[in-house]
């Protein structure tokens, strides 16, 4: 497996992870005509990429695209489900079925988080949502992500991605 930067040609199957991320379950709860219908779904990737959109896609050693992880900035007036603030992008991951639980995961949130840094204006945090259940919580747990706040059955998370300072 091999991650590089999401680029325009990927924004469809950039709309594919999303679809995966919010059935992450593996149940059908939404189709893609839904997502793409609903404009809170919708602001994840509507006009992508924008000036300040950045992201990474996970390639199979044959090339094809497995997963991606992407973060935009959302104002306050359009929040996403893990908004914190309209500084703080919010990040999106998932991965295709049969590609999970192989640490592709883990590569992709730490390639966002490293681009995170590379930003023009580097960015100081990432927030999340994650519903009730979905163990991608132990992941976040583990890159460091702590729970600031709850939407409905959900927690939002954040990622203080600046270096600690040196002692």
Known sequence: MSVRPAVARDTDFLWRVLLEAYNWNGEQRFTAEQLAADPHAARYLAGWPRRDDFGVVAESDVGEP?????????????????????????????????????????????????????Q?????????????????????TSLGFTRVGRNGDSDTMVLDVRPAPQL
Do not use: C, K, Q
């Open 66 to 118: 497995i997963g991606a992880a992407w973060a935009r900035h959302l104002p306050a007036s359009e929040p996403g489900y893990g908004f914190v603030a309209p500084d703080v992008p919010e990040l999106t991951v998932g991965l295709l079925p049969g590609h999970r639980g192989r640490g592709h995961g883990r590569a992709l949130m730490e390639a966002l988080t490293r681009a995170a840094a590379e």
């Open 120 to 140: 023009p204006v580097p960015v100081a945090r990432l927030s999340l949502s994650v519903e009730d259940g979905n163990p991608a919580v132990h992941l976040y």
